[in-house]
């Protein structure tokens, strides 16, 4: 808690009525931040209202209108707490719905009291709690027409003294003995007033109705005349004519027995008369009511209109035992009717009029007045186009005594009638005729005549617009139009139609001629059928050009004339064919020869017969083949597009190959012993290169050095061409030479660190790959012929071998031996300790090959929620952890790790019995006069609280001093604010008692906060994990389970230090109480909750935890720990449904935000991938699905 707070905030009122709004203000804030409000009512423990306001640069806010206090909230204590968001100040206001007074009467005050009497009854006023205390009294309003005096009433006590508490009270009803005093002397008659009770001191709730109270004055207690009642008016009266209206009249007895009851009328207009039939009405005792008639008769005087007049029923012989009702007479005036008519919707021309605008009605007083209706023009005029025409009517009544006629006339307009044009026209065919139609428009009012048609082509056809029908064949539009008249409006219409093509033939004759001749002259002849003779239709003829032989020959066309009137005609001209026949020609070719691979000689012969024009050219060919032997020349002639116009004779001739020269030499080769011969080669010479003529080398046999050399030759092919050459054969020499063996270094053994040296082998294998050379090796290791002993990736190792074996050399090879790191060892050494305010920590060391044996530093973390960076230096704190320790190796030596798991147990500050001493001190001008019992019962309230909160973990055995005088005044104290109070009463306590026995020390000492001029505006102050407690006059439950969870190691609710964001955790900022509990985050901090307890979750499922805030737990999770988020129930608050039907969940301190949140089953909380939803309620547990 802040040791100075200089913010605070107040209510314009401190108690509200229903509907009247709550002004806040506040001062002493941080300028510029905002203020986070925050409304609980009692009836709910629930934010009712929260909203957050800026304080201005003075640190000053105000709010106008802040809260609307509503019906609903009687008897309602509110909260109001404010919160700093930068400075964390806070301070907190209650104000409160009082409500209004409850009355309570009995007997009910309704009395009948002779003059000079008295009468009396019991008065009850219930006051609502949440009004403190305050003073009321009784008194008397009179109402109605003859008001009770205030005078008429005494009470058997004056104010009474209502106290009823705050919201924890209960409402408070206080009684009065009521006495009405009639003076002698009164007249007789019907008082009546209101009682109600009137705040004389305090402030008290509002008022309400009160209680009514009727005094009859004048008949005695035993009145037998109950009431009289009067029918409704029967007859229908008319001014200036005299009338009767009849009534039936009913009288009720009151009290038994026999009487006769008088019957009269009252306050009737002039010329009215009553009579009553009959005018006495005699009651047996048997008789609960009696009826009789009332006539009333008026005069040609009487003036119309509604009078109020009276009945009265009096006792014959006791005339105050009466009682009277009030009756309405009605006389009517003549009345000129209402005419109810609008103006009738438009119409159009030719419409009859009918009842849809002849609709009118007459009514007076919004009746209906029955009678006729006359119009004027009648029903089933037709009216010509016009706006705002005249319709009339005159409506005469059927009782013409009441009514007059009366007239009206409205206004309708009559719209133009449509017409229809209709267009009729019909296809035709072509005949050179002219092909049109006929119009005509009709409409309403016999509108019927001829219209001019107009026609115009369409699609592709041009016409028009013209008047005259149109003859040539084509696609047509036939259209007319009416204007319209003084009734019709205009319209038009359109009629497409065609005049069909006539079919016709013209028939052209086929013709032909030989190649290269002339066309005949004229090309063809020809004739049509089908064609108009007045047409004249002739043809023209001609031919698709070309003079070449072609399959199907040539397209003859014949071109018709005129052209003007084939558009008219569906002609089919097919044309014929022209036909070009072939010429006869030949070409004959001359014999030739060549030597084999030689170049063919030029081949030439003769052509006969063909077209100098055309060009045609011979190219002469011979059969395929370059062998020795004889082949057929051919001729191929060009261009090949004339070719087609001959028929042409091709004669051959005979061609001839003779064989060519040619030799092979192959050349000298030689190996290595035991190797693969090489591939043997050689020269060709002679041979043509697409013959592809290959030699195949071969020599005599042999293997040894001392045999060679050997004689290589050739074989040639493809035998198939060899036949073309007269061949040559040489030979050459082959020779083996001396091999090298091959040497291989044993394996790299993949030794491993042990002090010692370690050497490697080899051997020698001939070129099989399976045979030892013989001869001898000698070893390098990295140059040196030590073999080694220090650990290392690779050394290199070179055999070197001397021959034996006179097939082969000496030699050399290469390989590596590799001897690796010996593994280390690490050991940590651990022990669990319990939390005495110094470091547990272990040791470590590191083993290995080679005498290998030294000391590792170890390093600390937390684990299980125990917070703790990794350190060289051991933990202090209870809490999980693990010590750590590497070795990073060395030359010989791979590294090595171990980590030991151990944990600090919690101290025995937090649980078990606790000694409390509770130290009181006053001053000279502020002195503490509660007795010690408020510091008791509430030490032992506290005390059940922290033992249910610890699941009986911790007691508190609480002692109380006396109160101790402190050496200043009070104010002094707070102006200097230096904590000298605590020196000072530490040092009056420590004369009777040895403070540093006691766990726990509560300072205390009346509130300094409000005194003027103070600067100590703190409420409490505890230190966590501390032994003393000081409390600046604030002793109530919260304050000392609060500060007094400090010194257990508790910190505020919220997500920090400052924060104290749970409104249900003692630690919290809001009001608290026993119902309160800690977190179980906190609880497990402190070693009140045990991981048993608590569920901590890695992988998505649904857990089910139990409530936390009872003495005896379920066996079972108390709380989940998602991440950074603990998952919890508190059962203790009923009435707040949310919190009671949902989870809580909290963050880890330092992680959050100012408030936790509360989940009803089926709301999901998200952070980022986290996900938690409470699925199902029980009694005293949640199930809860999380999501990871």
Known sequence: VALFNPARIWTDKDDYYPEEIVLLNGSGWKPNEDIYLFVVDSATDQWTYKSTEKADANGNFAVDPYFIVEQRHLGVTFNLTAYGAESTMQAGVTFTDAGQFEYFASPSPFFTILPGNSDSFSESVKAPKNNGTFSAELVMNGTGGTPIPSGWMSMSQGARRFRTGDSSGTAVTKNWTVTINVPAGTLDGTYTGTITANVTSGTGPGTSTGTAVTVRVGATSGAKVGSVAVGSQTGTLTAGTGGTATYNINVKRGTTGAFTADLSAGALPSGASAVFSPSSLSFTSTDSSKTAALTITSSNSTLGGTTNFSVTATNAVSPIDAASVVGIFKVGSKVTPTINWSNPANITYGTTLSGTQLNATATVGGDTVAGSFVYTPAAGTVLNVGDSQTLSVTFTPTDTSNYNTANKSVSLNVNKASSTTTVTVNNASYD???????????????LNQTLTVSYSGRNTTTYGPSATAPSNAGDYTASASFVGDANHNSSSDTKDYSIAQKNATWTTNPNSKTYGGADPSPLTTGSGSGFLAADNVTATYSRDPGNAVVAGGYHITATLSPSAVLGNYNITNAGANFTINKRDASVTAHAASKTYGGVDPALTGTLTGFLPADGVSATYGRAAGETVAGYTIIATLSPAAVLGNYDITYNTASFTIDKKDASVTPNAASKTYGGVDPALSGTLSGFLAGDSVSATYGRTTGETVAGSPYT????????????????????????????????????????????????????????????????????????????????????????????????????????ALTISKASSTTTVSVSNATSDGSSHGGSASVTGAGGLNQSLNVYYTGRNGTTYASSMAAPINAGDYTGSASYTGDDNHTGSSDSKNYGIGKAKWSTGPKKVLVVRGDFSDLPDIRPVSVFTDLMAQVGTKYENASYGQTTLETKVTKVYRMPKTGKAYAIADDWSIDTDIRAAAARDYDLDSYDRVILTWPSLAKLDGSRMKWSGYGLIGGRYIWLNGYWTFRAVSHELGHTYGFDHAGANGIERGDPFDIMGWLKTDQRSDFSPYAKHRIGWLSDDHVKFVTQSGTYRVERMDTRNPADGELALKVGVHWVFLRRNYPRNETLYNGVCIIRERGNGTMLDGIYAVGETFSDGDIKITPTEKGDGWMNVKVVL
């Open 712 to 815: 290589i030759s050739a074989t040639l092919s493809p035998a198939a061409v060899l036949g073309n050459y007269e061949v040559t054969y040489n030979t050459a020499e082959f020779k083996i030479n001396k091999a090298t063996p091959t040497i291989t270094v044993a394996a790299d053994p993949m030794l491993i660190f042990d002090g010692n040296a370690h050497s490697t082998t080899a051997t020698a294998v001939g070129v099989d790959g399976t045979t030892a050379v013989t001869g001898s090796f000698s070893f390098t290791y990295d140059l040196s012929a030590a073999a080694p002993t220090n650990a290392k990736t690779s050394y290199e190792v070179v055999a070197t071998f001397t021959s034996t074996d006179p097939n082969y050399n000496g030699a050399m090879g290469t390989g």
């Open 432 to 446: 050179g005729l002219s092909h049109g139609g006929t119009a005509s428009v009709t409409g309403a009012g016999g």
